[in-house]
């Protein structure tokens, strides 16, 4: 067994987070450094694929959900326009290595993320 990701910390509770969605597969919550006047990640409860890629081969269904999940909060947290990121690899900047949609909404600018 693989060290538990801090999201799946995240998921057990054993760390606190600002939730604001969640069903049998996903859970969403608030970016602890925000990057947007709204910034969500939503992510698998599963810490099963560390990156975008992975789920897209192992598990398309969960991806596809992920995306509704993202429109969804998009829709209720903000005006439904948003900004979906995934960093896959260290050198694209991702640093959580479970996979997770950045869900951005509102005053972005080019370098939001870069
Ligand atoms: P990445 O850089 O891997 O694409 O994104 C990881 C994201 O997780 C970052 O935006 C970072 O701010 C966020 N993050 C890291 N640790 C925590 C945490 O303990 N709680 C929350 N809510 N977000 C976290």
């Not at 005006?79 to 959580?96: D, I, K, M, P």
Request: glycine share 6%.
């Amino acid at each position: 067994m693989s060290e538990p990701t801090i999201f799946s910390r995240i998921v057990a509770g054993e760390i606190p987070a600002t939730v604001v969605w969640q069903n049998e597969r996903l859970i969403a919550f608030e970016d602890i450094a925000p990057q947007a006047p709204v910034h969500l990640l939503v992510i698998p409860k599963t810490q099963q694929y560390a990156n975008v890629s992975e789920l897209a081969v192992g598990d398309p269904a969960l991806l596809a959900e992920m995306i509704s999940v993202a429109d969804q909060l998009a829709a209720t947290h903000a005006n439904g326009e948003y900004r979906l990121v995934f960093n896959s690899g260290a050198s694209a900047g991702q640093t959580v290595f479970h996979v997770h949609a950045h869900v951005l909404c509102g005053g972005l600018t080019e370098s939001a993320l870069a």
